[in-house]
Each structure stands twice: as C-alpha cells, then as structure tokens.
C-alpha cells in the first residue's frame, strides 16, 4: 500500500512526486490491482467467515507478529475488534506471510 501511496523507504526512488507530495495522482497507480478477481474472491471468503471464525484467523496473524503474545490471549483481544470491522481489517493484511508460520507455532502443518 505504501507504494501506491508513494510513501515509505524508497518512495522517491519507485517515482514518488519530487514536490514532497505523499499520494500520487491516479494516473500513476495501477487501480486494478485494488479491484483484481483475486482480490474480489478473497474478500468474499473472508465475508462468509462467521464473526468467531475471523477472529481466530486474525488471533492467528497476531500470534506471528507478536512473538510474546499466546493464542488465547490474542483472541481475547480480537474482541476490541467490531465483527463489522473483521473484514476490512483482514482484507489489508497479507494473509500468506503470517498463515502458515501460524499454524506451525500452534502444532499444525510439517516442521
């Protein structure tokens, strides 16, 4: 998202405007890829999740991000997040950094 915004290390060097401009005009970013089939399919299966079921999967995510912190208490604290809210908060994170090394830390999938 920070390069699309033109924002972030590097900003200049990915074609960030040279006027100190944080957002970039529309021309300059590609739009498809906010509004890809991918991208659509993905949502929509966030969307069926039952409420329960988003808030295990982003407990899962903050088990990766936050080393110290347990599942449960992770889930615990997906509370603070509105069911309403689940979706679009899944929707920007990238969801296949974070599965897999989730599932391992919890004693599910290969070593």
């Given at each position: 998202m920070a390069q699309y915004l033109g924002i972030g290390r590097g900003a200049r060097a990915n074609g960030a405007p040279p006027d100190g401009t944080?957002?970039?005009?529309?021309?300059?970013?590609?739009?498809a890829a906010f509004e890809s089939e991918e991208r659509r399919r993905l949502?929509?299966?966030i969307a069926q999740l039952s409420p329960d079921a988003r808030r295990e999967l982003i407990a899962l995510i903050w088990l990766v991000q936050r080393p110290l912190l347990s599942f449960e208490a992770a889930l615990r604290r997906t509370r603070r997040i509105p069911p309403a809210a689940q979706p679009g908060y899944l929707m920007g994170i990238r969801l296949e950094r974070y599965i897999a090394e989730g599932l391992r830390k919890l004693g599910f999938g290969g070593a």
């Amino acid at each position: 998202m920070a390069q699309y915004l033109g924002i972030g290390r590097g900003a200049r060097a990915n074609g960030a405007p040279p006027d100190g401009t944080l957002l970039r005009l529309p021309g300059d970013v590609d739009l498809a890829a906010f509004e890809s089939e991918e991208r659509r399919r993905l949502e929509a299966a966030i969307a069926q999740l039952s409420p329960d079921a988003r808030r295990e999967l982003i407990a899962l995510i903050w088990l990766v991000q936050r080393p110290l912190l347990s599942f449960e208490a992770a889930l615990r604290r997906t509370r603070r997040i509105p069911p309403a809210a689940q979706p679009g908060y899944l929707m920007g994170i990238r969801l296949e950094r974070y599965i897999a090394e989730g599932l391992r830390k919890l004693g599910f999938g290969g070593a």
